[in-house]
Each structure stands twice: as C-alpha cells, then as structure tokens.
C-alpha cells in the first residue's frame, strides 16, 4: 500500500518562512505533488516533482528526495491567506493517488 | 476557477437513500477521479475513469458506484446512505491517466441524517 507522513499543524508568523514536511512510502513512484486547500474550498495544485532537487515557483519552493523517500513545501514571505490546509500526494505504481492526512498552516499577524 | 463544475453543491437526504453527484471536468482532460473528504480527514481517493474506462480502483464502497460518459462528464452514484458517508466530494479531472495535475471541482456536501 501506500501511505504518507506529515505533521498535523503548524504555526509561523507573517512575513516568515515555513517548511512543511511530507515523507512517503509507496510501491512505484510517480512523483510527490502538492496541494493547497482553504476551509471549504477545492484543493488546488501548487507544485510537483517528479525527479530529486528543488522546484520554485514564486513564493513556494517543493523539494524532493526519492532516495529518502523524502519531500518538503517551503512557504517564503508567509501572507495571512496562506493559512490553509497543505497536502503532499503521491502516485504509486499502481497511479492509484494518495493524499496525506493534510498539515493546517496558521499564519499569525 | 479550476473548469471542473461538480453539482449539487449542497445534498442533503435520509439514511437509506440513493444519490447522484455529478461532474464535469476541464475541457480537454479525459480522466476523472472522485474523492471523500470527511471531516478533518484527508482526501480519500474512491475510483478514477479514463476516457470512459474504469482506470484505478481505491477504497470505494460497494454501495457507491460511479462511471463516464462518452461526453466525459461522470456520475457517482451513493445508495443505502449511512449517516458515515456525510463528507465532502470532490471530482478532479487531468489530461492523462498518469501522474499528471488534477484540477479539482467545488465539490458537493453530501448531508446524511
């Protein structure tokens, strides 16, 4: 099966950086992508890699590590409404998809 | 605005009823997945389609059952409702049927009471 790992909850305040942790287990790797989703709302795609390094793409930066089975969501210059819920997702060999349980970033003024 | 519309938006029924929730996805993208989120739960991956072809199967419950259509759009179909099935569904939809993007529709609140 497959299954992912990341914290529950994290704080940071405005203006910070913040670095949200995912590590997987899984059989056949497709990559490790990234979601956002606000209370209520969709979830939407922020980044994915599918090869080790580091991706950027604006304030958000994803990294990943296939040997350690290992990835991470850096949030640059933290805003009040990235407050949300995070979720780092995998595909198996199997391209079933699997979401971890979700990080909640709270953003204090 | 992803270009996934999803109704109803809201649904609210009895236990032991039968449900339709349905879906359209982005222009162009030929798979839809369907997902559970129940509360403070992550996203539950339930059935995926690919051009009308069953793709990838998660841990969809017998009594739920869904399909696509030639036209693309996909119906989930919820019966024998329990008060455990009040969540959020989502519908995504991507070009392929491999690791690529999914863009998500608003979802429907599922209400069992």
């Known amino acids: 099966g497959q299954s992912l790992e990341q914290p529950s909850e994290v704080t940071a305040v405005e203006g910070a950086i913040v670095q949200i942790n995912c590590t997987y287990q899984?059989?056949?790797?497709?990559?490790l992508s990234w979601y956002q989703q606000h209370d209520g709302g969709a979830p939407t795609f922020l980044s994915y890699?599918?090869?080790?390094g580091l991706e950027e793409t604006g304030r958000f930066s994803s990294f990943l590590s296939r040997s350690d089975s290992y990835g991470y969501l850096l949030l640059q210059e933290l805003q009040m409404k990235d407050s949300a819920s995070y979720f780092c997702?995998?595909?198996?060999?199997?391209?079933?998809?699997?979401f971890g349980r979700g990080t909640s970033l709270i953003v204090h003024p | 605005d992803s270009g996934v519309t999803q109704t109803p938006k809201h649904l609210i029924t009895a236990t032991g009823q039968r449900v339709t929730l349905r879906c359209s996805p982005r222009?162009?993208?030929?798979?839809v997945y369907w997902y559970q989120q129940s509360l403070d739960q992550g996203l539950q991956f339930l059935i995926q389609?690919?051009?009308?072809?069953?793709?990838a199967k998660g841990n969809i419950l017998e009594r739920f059952s869904a399909q696509q259509f030639p036209d693309l759009h996909s119906e989930l179909n919820l019966s024998s409702l329990e008060l455990g099935d009040s969540a959020l569904y989502f519908c995504?939809?991507?070009?392929?049927?491999?690791?690529?993007?999914?863009?998500f529709g608003p979802g429907t609140r599922l209400t069992v009471l």
């Open positions: 995504a939809s991507s070009v392929g049927q491999g690791p690529d993007t999914q863009y």
């Open positions: 899984t059989s056949g790797f497709y990559g």
């Open positions: 890699n599918a090869l080790d």
């Open positions: 997702a995998v595909k198996g060999g199997s391209y079933i998809p699997t």
């Open positions: 222009s162009g993208d030929l798979s």
């Open positions: 389609y690919y051009n009308g072809e069953e793709r």
